[in-house]
């Protein structure tokens, strides 16, 4: 079955920088486009990135634009997250997610079939 595991989350101070892994099997995985979502305490999930099968195009919600960086290895099934110049307000459970298409909306997390578990940020001030 399709599993997506997240990694590399933890404690870090604002200004400081994390890169989150997400590792695939199960799938195809160059088939499927990639994102991230997060979820703070008590308020709704919200999209973070989004990345094409090949790797050639992304998709940045405004408020990490210029500061996150997403990525993929098609060789080794992971999709990574970049995290610099971290701020409280990006404290959250950071979850992959796996859609069949590269379509917009790619905010819309009705478009992801499978997600991970995800993994905690804590970002300090």
């Known amino acids: 079955q399709v599993q997506l595991v997240e990694s590399g989350g933890g404690l870090v101070q604002a200004g400081g920088s994390l890169r989150l892994s997400c590792a695939a099997s199960g799938l195809t995985f160059s088939s499927y486009a990639m994102g991230w979502f997060r979820q703070a305490p008590g308020k709704e999930r919200e999209f973070v990135a989004a990345i094409s099968g090949s790797g050639r195009s992304t998709y940045y919600a405004d408020s990490v634009k210029g500061r996150f960086t997403i990525s993929r290895d098609n060789a080794k099934n992971i999709v990574y997250l970049q995290m610099n110049s971290l701020k409280p307000e990006d404290t959250a459970v950071y979850s992959c997610?796996?859609?069949?298409?590269?379509?917009?909306?790619?905010?819309?997390?009705?478009?992801?079939?499978?997600w991970g578990q995800g993994t905690q940020v804590t970002v300090s001030s």
């Open positions: 997610a796996a859609a069949p298409r590269w379509s917009s909306p790619y905010y819309n997390e009705n478009r992801y079939n499978y």
